[in-house]
Nanobody, 129 residues
């Protein structure tokens, strides 16, 4: 059974930084697409950053491009999201997601929630002004 467990969320002031982690277990896909989404109250879930675990290729959505870095630890099977220069509008629940398929790259619609089969429970990020 695949499990994704996020951690690292919290409350910070504007301009602060956080590092989110996503520990994966029960995996069968050797190389796949994984990433981070976020959802603020009353808004749709939106993609933030994604990585193809096969070669480390990264994909960033415009929402936080330039302020976030996605990375992976293949030994620990852990995904990270380093977030810098946080703004109040970044306040949201952040979710880790993974595609169950072994692929050669992330899909063309890599920021679409429908491409991902496994989800974590989320970690809350709150940025105050």
């Amino acid at each position: 059974q695949v499990r994704l467990v996020e951690s690292g969320g919290g409350s910070v002031q504007t301009g602060g930084s956080l590092r989110l982690s996503c520990a994966a277990s029960g995996y069968t896909a050797s190389s796949n697409c994984m990433g981070w989404f976020r959802q603020a109250p009353g808004k749709e879930r939106e993609g933030v950053a994604f990585i193809y675990t096969g070669d480390g290729s990264t994909y960033y959505a415009d929402s936080m491009k330039g302020r976030v870095t996605i990375s992976q630890d293949n030994v620990k099977i852990t995904l990270y999201l380093q977030m810098n220069t946080l703004k109040p509008e970044d306040t949201a629940m952040y979710y880790c997601a993974a595609d169950r398929r072994s692929t050669d790259t992330c899909p063309l619609s890599w920021d679409s929630a429908s491409e991902y089969d496994y989800w974590g429970q989320g970690t809350q990020v709150t940025v105050s002004s």
